[in-house]
């Protein structure tokens, strides 16, 4: 399956290779601008390679956070820098799951990823596990447990949603239209295609990213413009907490 090469792309090599801090930004808009949008788009980007025949990917994602609930009230509260931990599968497949960290700086992101097993990702979630840090390990996994054990890091919300990409090499720009965003507390049906989940949008209504290194180009800036966008502080993993909430 073409998508799980995709997950290649953010790896955090053990050679000390460390993705760059990215621009990213947000807007809500509404399911005739997203098909607007997407006429344009094809005209000026390319279709990511990794989606499926309709352009398409499903994204799953189980956030985690302590037992304080740090992630979600440091996103609420706008600190920065802050960190969100999750675990991410593609097209619903355990054949390549990323354990990922995504840190926000001001207005910049950075993702730092390494793939795991089926078998880690189920000690991670599971709360009675006794996982323990290793030299076999990637640097980033074995962080996460020690997190796991002095602050009680354990599955809070299942985040869903169907990704339809566009990319384009010049400013390393990838624009991503996020459709039918749901939130469900099953992370134990993870890769089950009937996990219970509901939706967290207003009918109608979806999330449009536009992420970036130095620069987008004047042709992809003007196509995405549109009168009626606003820019967001959107959080999917804070949105979704607390509609299970």
Known sequence: MKIMTALTANIDTQDGA?????????YLVSDAELAELGVRLRAVMEPDPHADENGD???????????KNSCMFENED???????WRIRTYQLSDERISLECKRKEGGMIQKKACLITRDQ????????????????????????????KTQRFEPKVVVEYLRKPFICANGNVRVTFDMQICS???????????????PIMPLGQELLEV???????DHIYHAIQMRSMRQET????????????
């Open 18 to 26: 460390r993705p760059k801090f990215r621009h990213e930004l947000k």
């Open 57 to 67: 990917y499903l994204i799953r994602s189980i956030y985690l956070d302590d037992w």
């Open 78 to 84: 706008g600190t920065s820098p802050r960190e969100k």
């Open 121 to 148: 990702m189920d000690a991670l979630c599971d709360v009675t596990s006794d996982i323990n840090v290793s030299r076999d390990f990637p640097p980033l996994l074995n962080r996460f447990i020690l997190l796991k």
């Open 184 to 198: 469900s507390s099953h992370w134990d049906m993870f890769f089950e295609p009937d996990m219970p989940k509901h």
């Open 211 to 217: 992420k970036y290194d130095e620069y987008i180009p």
């Open 234 to 245: 959107f959080s999917k993993y804070y949105l979704c907490r607390h509609y299970a909430l």
